[in-house]
């Protein structure tokens, strides 16, 4: 099991930038794909990014692609997403997930472990 653990949400103006970090704990970090995820009040969690195990492969949800980039440090234990262009549309508690796999997945029983998520508000 990883433990994961979000930081760098808040609240900014649309239009400006973001960057969420999200620190893991455990042996296994390098071999399983991570993702970030999002859930707005009264939504379902949505997909926001992946990124393989060796931080290859990467994918976004359409309403993201463009704005936002998912990377990770497998040496320090990290995975970021860094928010650009951000709108209100935007705002929403994001997540932080490992995959039971190493290769990317969009789907959100694929991801095993996740973190308790950090706030993000876009004000227009």
């Known amino acids: 099991q990883v433990q994961l653990v979000e930081s760098g949400g808040g609240l900014v103006q649309a239009g400006g930038s973001l960057r969420l970090s999200c620190t893991a704990s455990?042996?296994?970090?390098?071999?399983?794909?991570m993702g970030w995820f999002r859930q707005a009040p009264g939504q379902e969690r949505e997909f926001v990014a992946a990124?393989?195990?060796?931080?290859?492969?990467?994918d976004y949800a359409d309403s993201v692609r463009g704005r936002f980039t998912i990377s990770r440090d497998n040496a320090e234990k990290m995975v970021y997403l860094q928010m650009n262009s951000l709108k209100p549309e935007d705002t929403a508690v994001y997540f932080c997930?490992?995959?039971?796999?190493?290769?990317?997945?969009?789907?959100?029983?694929?991801?095993?472990?996740w973190g308790q998520g950090t706030q993000v508000t876009v004000s227009s």
């Open positions: 455990g042996r296994t970090f390098s071999t399983y794909a």
């Open positions: 990124i393989s195990s060796g931080g290859y492969r990467l």
């Open positions: 997930a490992r995959s039971r796999i190493g290769g990317v997945t969009v789907a959100t029983t694929d991801y095993v472990d």
